[in-house]
């Protein structure tokens, strides 16, 4: 269950990037964001984090007002992480597959964090 987080609070727990709607959409695949945040608009991002990495990185993604530093701007393709993460789901078509297939995703997700990582050293 997601709980209700203000930009304040993200900013000042988290090491925040600032993604699209679904555009990591499969690389997160097995991950459920732990908070979200709405406005007078209605809702504006979801929040993902990642304690069990060992890290306080916040991806937050969604439509406006999200906090932090821009993937894009700072030189990181999401589409092309996850478009490396959706040839790791279309190489496992079997139900029996699946733990395999969150291995690799989950390898993958730590790549990419371990990059995004990078932008706050």
Known sequence: MKFKITRKELKENYRCVAVGYCDLQHLLRYHSPVAYNSGVYGWNYDVY???Q???NIAICTGYRGMPGKNLYENGISCREWDQKAQDVIS???W???LEKEKEELEKLLKEFL???EKLFN
Do not use: N
């Open 91 to 93: 190489k496992y078509q």
């Open 95 to 97: 139900q029996e597959e």
């Open 49 to 51: 984090t990642f304690e």
């Open 114 to 116: 371990a990059l995004v």
């Open 53 to 55: 990495y060992s890290t």
